[in-house]
């Protein structure tokens, strides 16, 4: 089947990927935005569903609140004496495992090890029973960010077994940001396929060893050279059944997030080259039937809260009362859109598209309800005390121990009676605008274009919420339906 780079647009940041019999699994990061871990589903290597997430909520009282650039960080999938395994650090929080018969269904959480600074671990079940974990470190936590361990792991993967060793330097080859480490055994050879020199300007590593502690040799194995595709790395290996061998890593794209492609492996002398010739491939066949799949977007609530939504912390049941169809959003208290764990959003799957809103709306004071694009800075338009407003959200990090500097600006108004609205954010080339409607009127657009902005380590995220702004819970809005549809216009009536 042939395909085209990136195969999904949206913001699959660190994958992992394997396969179980004909089935393809892939994972990705999700930081504060919950439930955690998004499980896809392949037949084919390109079309892809979602059928869940491993983590559907962060064990820790910090994530009833959003924690940007907290949370889920680079997890690795395996699969292993029939389950599945998720293996994760929260960088504060330290190693977890999530576990599963089912990829689709529920996922037992374990606490590995209490432990600040570790970073993208995965394991290697080997074929004499041990296993063992590589993982990275976060220089934000410890310091370190260009080497790697190598523990031994209980045979179920369950436990830490030593205190590690050493097993590649990054300043021995000139290396910076070595992190998401991959471990394989293939023909009785060991393998840590890994990221080096950032997330943009980055490159992908293979270190191969006889020994599962190395020494590791070193090559480089996919780079950007003449393409187009900045920082090709950060992924996982998968071989098709069928005699190919395949690499998924991201493209970070700024706003639009970290956005998967999907590389040719061809092992030649000992070594994995991924792409051609070493880089990245644009478009590319697999030789595997077609599997129609898609992630969806659009959502009437008939069925409760659909997969493709997460809340920007843990949820909570007094944010939100199932309609179904329609969902009925609280305004629960929150002092900016980006502090409010209640915004609840999902990942853009195409970088041009209009997304309406229609809701009805019982506000009290300090309520508002809308539609909004979170980033650094963000947007939204809500409906307010009479008043239908665009805000502009500036945020100012100032450590990792303390809250974020919010501060929100009305940026454009219009007067507005009525409790009913639709609301629609058109994105088109980075850029979003805001419309507005009554029943049957036509639209209105509200303010100026307005600049789509990354988030913290994420692409800009569209969503819904209402919150309310007066530290008490306030009224609510009833969404009957969001609707994304492709843009064919500058302004699509």
């Not at 690499?247 to 706003?255: C, G, N, P, V």
Request: aromatic fraction near 12%; charged fraction near 20%; proline fraction near 7%.
């Amino acid at each position: 089947m042939q395909y085209v780079n990136p195969i999904l647009r949206g913001d699959y940041s660190d994958p992992d990927v394997i396969r179980v019999n004909e089935d393809f699994y892939m994972i990705s990061s999700s930081f504060t935005y919950v439930p955690g871990i998004p499980v896809l589903h392949s037949k084919d290597l390109v079309h892809w569903e979602l059928i869940g997430y491993a983590a559907r909520h962060l064990p820790f009282a910090r994530y009833d609140q959003p924690a940007h650039k907290c949370g889920a960080w680079a997890p690795s999938l395996r699969y292993h004496n029939g389950l599945f395994y998720v293996y994760v650090c929260m960088p504060d929080e330290g190693l977890f495992v999530f576990t599963t018969a089912d990829p689709a269904g529920e996922w037992a959480c374990r606490h590995i090890m209490d432990v600040s600074g570790w970073i993208d671990p995965c394991p290697l079940f080997d074929d004499d029973g041990r296993a063992y974990l590589v993982h990275g470190f976060a220089a934000s936590r410890c310091g370190i960010n260009n080497i790697l361990y190598v523990h031994a792991l209980s045979p179920d993967g369950m436990e830490i077994l030593d205190r590690g060793r050493l097993v590649y330097s990054g300043a021995e080859h000139g290396d910076v940001t070595v992190e998401g480490p991959k471990f394989y055994k293939r023909n009785g050879v060991y393998w840590i396929l890994c990221p080096a020199g950032g997330v943009k300007p980055g490159y992908q590593l293979a270190l191969r060893a006889d020994s599962v502690y190395g020494p590791y040799e070193r090559r480089v194995v996919l780079r950007q050279g003449s393409t187009a595709v900045n920082g090709p790395h950060q992924g996982g290996w998968v071989d098709d059944g069928r005699g190919g061998d395949w690499f998924i890593h991201f493209q970070d794209i700024d706003a639009y997030g970290r956005v998967p492609h999907l590389q040719p492996v061809d092992w030649r002398d000992g070594w994995p080259l991924m792409g051609d010739r070493g880089e990245p491939v644009a478009v590319g066949d697999t030789g595997l039937p077609a599997w129609p799949a898609c992630i969806p977007t659009s959502d009437d609530f008939a069925a409760g809260i659909g997969l493709q939504w997460q809340w920007q912390a843990n949820p909570n049941p007094a944010w939100f009362t199932p309609l179904r169809p329609g969902l009925r959003l609280h305004a629960a208290p929150a002092d900016s859109l980006f502090h409010a764990g209640q915004f609840l959003s999902q990942l853009m799957q195409d970088y041009n598209f209009g997304m309406d809103l229609t809701l009805r709306a019982a506000l009290q004071p300090g309520d508002c309800a809308g539609i909004g694009m979170m980033g650094y800075p963000y947007h939204y338009a809500a409906l307010e005390e009479g008043h239908i407003r665009i805000v502009r959200g500036d945020v100012q990090e100032i450590n990792r121990r303390t809250r974020e500097r919010v501060v929100e600006t009305t940026v454009a108004e219009t007067g507005w009676d009525s409790t009913f609205l639709r609301l629609r954010m058109q994105v088109r080339q980075g850029m979003m605008r805001f419309f507005f409607a009554g029943a049957e009127a036509a639209w209105q657009p509200l303010g100026d274009a307005y600049p789509l902005a990354p988030g913290g380590w994420t692409g800009a995220r569209p969503g819904i919420f209402c919150l309310n702004k007066q530290a008490r819970f306030g009224g609510w809005a009833d969404v009957e339906r969001v609707e994304f549809h492709p843009i064919l216009k500058e302004i699509d009536q």
